[in-house]
């Protein structure tokens, strides 16, 4: 899997194969946000609040393990399932600084509207981070 897949959700968030971001111009899954405080550290998130950010970037993306194309072909995906969401989480360096916020503006520029054109800049911290 690439290293761009959502592992979000990283699922998104990491979560980063699916849908198209073509077509449908709204906001797919529960909103622009997850109701985890932005400001918090992926590693220092508690279980409730991994759980909710997984879920939340999951949706976002139609599901866990679905995911969006963007225009220049690159897909980006949640984790195929909230365990793999979490075990990113966990696995993740203590001194990875992504912060929910992070997660949530990749997973908002990768799902849009509009379409993603590409993997979106805020990305490369959470890719940077992966395990």
Known sequence: ???FALKVTFAVVFAVAGSACGGDSSTPGPGPSSG???GTRLV???E???IA???WAAARFGGYGHGVTCANGTTITARQTRELCLMDYQNASP???VTVGDIEACTNQS???PVCASVPSICAALIACAP
Request: glycine share 4%.
């Open 111 to 113: 799902v849009g509207p």
């Open 36 to 38: 985890v405080s932005t």
């Open 1 to 3: 899997m690439s290293r």
């Open 48 to 50: 409730a609040d991994a």
């Open 44 to 46: 220092d998130l508690s």
């Open 53 to 55: 950010l997984c879920d």
């Open 95 to 97: 001194t990875c600084p």
